[in-house]
């Protein structure tokens, strides 16, 4: 049997080598672009770049942010120090080797810091409870403001230990006092703030967002003071208050989300965006936009609008974020309300507040189901709302769709009010249908 030679095309093929210095077109980008796109990366991914060539060696220790978590550097770190190990069983010191990889990510988050050479204007650290407790996050806070006089954002967030930390280890925060001074934007997220202190003098800071923190009356109301040129403030699910006045002639924004606390005063006279959840407020300002997530079919929610409404006298939009799911053991429904009246009439007896007459011109919907109490607060601005220009409703289904046409055929308090209707759900998400 005869076999017919055929050329092996891999043997055949001609490889042409591809000349580096014409192939490579990314590193012929100028540094500040290159440094730019390493900007977007974790610090332990931007580092790791300095192998790709000699071009972007070092290109790391210019970048403007730098992101440093735990969780990225510590399993690496973790298993390096698992690989080294001499001990012949993984269970015997994988507790040692993540909790002396967790000490040398402080050593490392350290080293660097100090050999960043460029002006960094915004940093993130994601580290463990542990890092805080004994000193080493003030340490490097610390260091980046020292080195770095550009520095303005700064968010810091902190992590459970993948330990119990010994009673010795726990102690109050170590910051510098003042050593936020410098910053335009700072975010706290899970952390107890008990250093009140770090924002003494802090003239420059327009941005505060504080994320599941822990603090007191008395830490709170000494950050506002402190914070004069404050424009932003947002607490988001925070405990710890009982008492939350927030005075201010610079505030723009103020997020209150999932607060529980005894007293809420507000005195801003240049607030443009009150977002509220779970909070009950007294507002008293020129407010012109307010934006709430509200269950209308709950008494105890319904009735807390009217109050606001009364107190916005300046509110020209309003956005009523609705529920997808809320637990009916919670909460009393419509059905258990203390009114004379039907809940369905809630509304229609409403005293109508400066705010509908003479105002209100925007109105967002969102999460429409078609509720009775929906649909009666949507009849009670499209009747009584004489200057209202535009209301969209965007609903979560067919048939609320149904419900919320029903609304065109009413009468309207103002000629020139458009009433859209959307889909708002995963498939029919940005349809629209204009009338």
């Known amino acids: 049997m005869s076999h017919t030679n055929i050329p092996s095309p891999i043997l055949n093929t001609k490889v042409r080598v591809r000349n580096d210095e014409d192939g490579d077109l990314i590193s012929k980008l100028p540094d500040e672009i290159l440094t730019n796109i390493i900007s977007k990366l974790h610090i332990d991914e931007a580092v790791r770049c300095s192998v790709l060539s000699k071009r972007w060696e070092g290109l790391w220790k210019q970048t403007s ?7 990225h550097m510590i399993i690496p770190m973790t298993q390096l120090l698992h690989s080294r190990s001499l001990f012949p069983h993984p269970g015997f010191f994988l507790r040692k080797s993540k909790d002396e990889g967790v000490y040398r990510y402080g050593s490392l988050v350290f080293q660097l810091i100090f050999h960043h050479s460029g002006d960094i204007s915004s940093c993130r650290f994601v580290h463990f409870q542990k890092s805080l407790s004994i000193g080493e996050v003030g340490i490097w806070v610390d260091l980046l403001v020292e080195r770095n006089k550009f520095l303005k954002d700064l968010s810091l967030k902190c992590l459970p230990d993948s330990r ?36 003494e003098n802090c003239k420059m800071l327009k941005t505060l967002k504080l994320k599941r923190t822990h603090l007191d009356d008395e830490t709170l109301s000494g950050i506002l003071e402190n914070c004069k040129a404050l424009e932003s403030l947002s607490l988001i699910q925070s405990t710890g ?29 240049n607030l443009d965006v009150l977002s509220l959840e779970s909070t009950r407020c007294l507002v008293q300002n020129n407010l012109s936009k307010l934006s709430m997530d509200l269950d209308l079919d709950y008494i105890e929610e319904a009735m807390e609008l009217p109050f606001v409404l009364r107190l916005c ?31 369905s009439m809630f509304w229609e007896r409403l005293e109508l507040c400066n705010c509908i007459r003479q105002k209100l011109k925007f109105v967002y919907m969102k999460g429409f189901k078609g509720e009775v109490e929906e649909v009666e607060f949507a009849k009670y601005l499209i009747t009584r709302a004489t200057v209202m ?47």
């Open 65 to 71: 942010h730098i992101e440093l978590d735990v969780n």
């Open 241 to 269: 208050i009982t008492r939350l006045i927030i005075i201010s002639s610079k505030l723009k924004v103020l997020q209150l989300h999932a607060l529980w606390v005894d007293e809420l005063g507000i005195s801003t006279p």
């Open 389 to 435: 220009e535009k209301i969209t409703i965007s609903v979560r289904d067919n048939y609320s769709m149904e419900v919320a046409k029903t609304l065109l055929s009413l009468p309207r308090a103002s000629d020139n009010l458009s009433i859209n209707l959307k889909y708002f759900n995963a498939y029919y998400y940005h349809m629209e249908v204009l009338f």
């Open 313 to 343: 006298i300046s509110l020209q939009v309003l956005e009523i974020v609705l529920p997808i799911y809320r637990n009916k053991s919670s909460v009393s429904s419509s059905s258990d309300h203390p009114l004379s009246y039907p809940m």
């Open 164 to 199: 119990e930390v010994s009673e010795l280890e726990i102690s109050k925060s170590r910051f510098r006092s003042g050593v936020f001074d410098c910053l335009g934007s700072l975010e706290l997220i899970d952390y107890t703030i008990d250093f009140g202190y770090a924002f």
